[in-house]
């Protein structure tokens, strides 16, 4: 009987984490299966609280070029949990990058400073776009999209790719 309760707890979270992580196109999603770890604590656009604060785990280049609204950039190379001294570690966050796997890092290191309600975006900014959610630059809503390189930018599928 332990057994079975054991089994049976373990296929519940396994399927509430695998219900944070759906991305519409089923070869991207097959790609991000096997770059992402699911360990992370992670959201999909669909299910993202719009009040959360956003970081933007790209770098300086790409936030310019388009970013989701209101975000912070954060970067990557030179992320360090102080940067966000200023946010109690219960604020609802959500890291994200172009498909996931920088912010996956942030996210990481937020989680081990003690961050307690940070989540990274599945699929990214490119899910985020694909999804038909809008980004901003400096005037306002854009089609552009940084897209990080021509390998990459086989994954978004709306908006204006942009090197």
Same mark, same amino acid.
Not at 130 to 156: F, I, P
């Given at each position: ?6 089994? $049976?707890? $373990? $296929?519940?979270?396994?399927?509430? #984490? ?8 089923? *070869? ?13 604590? *992670?959201? !999909? ?9 956003? $970081? !933007? ?18 970067? +990557?190379? !030179? ?40 989540? #990274? ?41 942009? +090197?």
């Amino acid at each position: 009987m332990k057994q079975l309760s054991l089994f $049976l707890f $373990l $296929l519940l979270c396994l399927s509430a #984490n695998s219900s944070a992580q759906t991305i519409q196109d089923p *070869a991207f999603a097959e790609k991000l299966h096997g770059l992402l770890d699911t360990r992370v604590p *992670a959201v !999909d656009v669909a299910h993202v609280d719009q009040r959360a604060i956003f $970081l !933007d785990a790209r770098e300086p280049e790409e936030y310019a070029v388009s970013h989701i609204k209101n975000a912070r950039p954060v970067g +990557y190379k !030179d992320f360090d949990p102080s940067m966000i001294k200023d946010l109690p570690k219960d604020t609802a966050i959500i890291v994200y990058c172009s498909v996931g796997y920088r912010s996956q890092k942030v996210t990481e290191k937020l989680v081990d400073a003690g961050f307690t309600n940070v989540h #990274n975006l599945y699929g990214g900014i490119f899910e985020w776009v694909n999804s038909g959610q809008t980004v901003v630059d400096q005037k306002g809503t854009t089609k552009r999209v940084h897209a990080y390189n021509r390998s990459w930018s086989k994954w978004l599928r709306k908006g204006e790719a942009i +090197y």
